[in-house]
C-alpha cells in the first residue's frame, strides 16, 4: 500500500472541464478500490493524491489512459472534441509522471502545467521486462498483463485468469530453468524450490492473516490446484480462491521475472552438500576445542 501526488497548474476557463474529469477520475477509482482525492481550491492550482495497492494504481492509470480521452470526448461544454481529448490525455500524463516519479528530477517547487497530448503516455504496468535476451517472452506475457489488467477491473471470467496466470507461471519457470519443453507443473515448481527460490512469504499482498500467508511456492501450486479442477471438473471455486490470492500470484510473477532479468541467485540459494559437510566439520572440530579448553 502506497500513495503519491502533486498539485499542476490549469488555466481559469479550463476549470469546468477539469471538474469533470476530475470526478471521472474519481468514480473510477472508487469502483476500483483506489482512494482519490482532488482540490481545485486554489485559483489556477490543482492538487491531487491517489492511495493504494501499488500494482492496482498502476494498472488503473493505465486504464485511465484509455478511458479518460473516451469521455472528455462526450463533454459538449469545451472547444472541440479533438482537444478535450488531448486534455483528457493530458491530464493523465501529468497523473502518470507524478506516479513513475518523472518530476523527481526536477527543481524543489516545481509545478507542471496541464497541457493538451495527442495521447497518454503508457508504461509497463507489471516488472515483467526481461531484458533483451528474453524480449520474446516479455512480448507474449504483454497478453498476461492484458488479463490481469481484466481482472483488477472484474472484466473477465475466472477460468481465464487461472489459465493465463497457470500459463504464464510455467513460460517463465521453464525460461528460469532453461527448459524447452514444459515438464509438469510441480515438477517446475519443485525445481526451482530445491535452487532455493519462492521461499518469500506474501504477507505484504494483502492476506487477512499475515501469519498464515503462503510462501511463493505455495501459491503457485495453489493455483495449479485450481486452474485444474475448474478446467478438467468444471468446478467453480475460482473466484473466490483469486479474490484471495490473485496479488499474491502477480508478485510471485514479477519476482520470478526479476529473477531472470538479472541473472543472480534466487535469495534463498541452496548450498552445495560437500560445503554442509565441510561446516559442519568445521563446528564439530570447534566444540571438542572449547570442551577441552572447559
Not at 109 to 114: I, K, N
Not at 241 to 251: K, S
Request: aromatic residues 10%.
Amino acid at each position: 500500500m502506497g500513495g503519491f501526488g502533486g498539485p499542476f497548474r490549469y488555466s481559469a476557463d479550463e476549470k469546468e472541464l477539469l471538474t469533470v474529469l476530475m470526478a471521472g477520475v474519481s468514480r473510477r477509482c472508487r469502483a476500483y478500490g483506489v482512494k482519490w482525492r482532488y482540490s481545485l481550491a486554489r485559483t489556477g492550482v490543482a492538487q491531487f493524491t491517489m492511495d493504494g495497492n501499488w500494482t492496482r494504481m498502476r494498472l488503473l492509470v493505465d486504464k485511465l489512459a484509455r478511458e479518460m480521452p473516451v469521455l472528455a470526448e462526450g463533454y459538449v461544454s469545451f472547444g472541440q472534441p479533438s482537444f478535450r481529448r488531448k486534455k483528457a490525455s493530458g491530464l493523465i500524463n501529468i497523473v502518470g509522471s507524478y506516479l513513475y516519479g518523472r518530476y523527481d528530477d526536477r527543481d524543489e517547487g516545481y509545478v507542471p502545467l496541464w497541457r493538451a497530448s495527442k495521447e497518454a503516455r503508457r508504461y509497463m504496468v507489471l516488472d515483467f521486462w526481461l531484458g533483451d535476451e528474453h524480449s520474446d517472452l516479455t512480448d507474449r506475457l504483454a497478453i498476461t498483463i492484458d488479463v490481469i489488467s481484466a481482472w483488477a477491473f472484474d472484466e473477465v471470467a475466472p477460468e481465464v485468469v487461472l489459465e493465463e496466470l497457470h500459463t504464464a507461471a510455467s513460460l517463465l519457470l521453464m525460461r528460469r530453468a532453461n527448459l524447452r519443453r514444459a515438464p509438469a507443473f510441480k515438477e517446475l515448481v519443485d525445481r526451482e524450490v530445491q535452487a532455493g527460490g519462492l521461499n518469500k512469504e506474501l504477507w505484504f499482498t494483502g492476506y487477512p492473516d499475515f501469519r498464515s500467508t503462503p510462501s511463493m511456492s505455495e501459491v503457485l501450486l495453489g493455483l495449479k490446484s485450481v486452474r485444474a479442477a475448474a478446467k478438467h471438473q468444471g468446478l467453480r471455486g475460482g473466484r473466490d480462491w483469486l479474490e484471495l490470492n490473485f496479488w499474491g500470484v502477480v508478485t510471485t510473477l514479477e519476482y520470478i521475472a526479476e529473477c531472470i532479468r538479472v541473472g543472480a541467485p534466487q535469495s534463498f540459494q541452496a548450498v552445495p552438500s560437500d560445503v554442509i559437510a565441510q561446516v559442519e566439520k568445521v563446528t564439530q572440530l570447534l566444540y571438542s576445542e572449547k570442551s577441552r579448553v572447559e
